[in-house]
């Protein structure tokens, strides 16, 4: 059994910083790519940043410059540092992770609600 578990949410003023961590545990032989995706009620869930096993990351348009991917895989732990938050980054995150146990597979955490507001 794999389980992905997100923190770090909250409710911060515009302008404000937050860091999600979501750590993986588990019969995990590896770890993939893992990322970061969000998703507001009626709309899909959109990637807002990933990386992969080699550091290499990728980011939203919406969130470059702002928001900081990164990982810890001694611990199996990716975090995302989101800084100069704005009303419209509102949203539940979820972590995402593909994980090689016995064959590789796409996990997701429940989700962590961000909530930027005045």
């Known amino acids: ?18 860091r999600l961590s979501c750590a993986a545990s588990g019969s995990i032989f590896s770890i993939n790519t893992m990322g ?4 507001v009620p009626g709309k899909q869930r ?3 940043a990933s990386i ?16 900081t991917i990164s990982r810890d895989n ?3 732990t990716v975090y995302l540092q989101m800084n100069s938050l704005k009303p419209e980054d509102t949203a539940v995150y979820y972590c ?6 016995f064959g590789v597979g796409t996990y997701w955490g429940r989700g962590t609600q961000v909530t930027v507001s005045s």
């Open 1 to 18: 059994q794999v389980q992905l578990v997100e923190s770090g949410g909250g409710l911060v003023q515009p302008g404000g910083s937050l």
């Open 36 to 39: 970061w995706y969000r998703q």
């Open 46 to 48: 959109e990637l807002v």
């Open 52 to 67: 992969t096993s080699g550091s290499s990351t990728n980011y939203a348009d919406s969130v470059k410059g702002r928001f």
């Open 74 to 76: 001694a611990q199996n």
């Open 96 to 101: 995402n992770a593909s994980i090689d146990r």
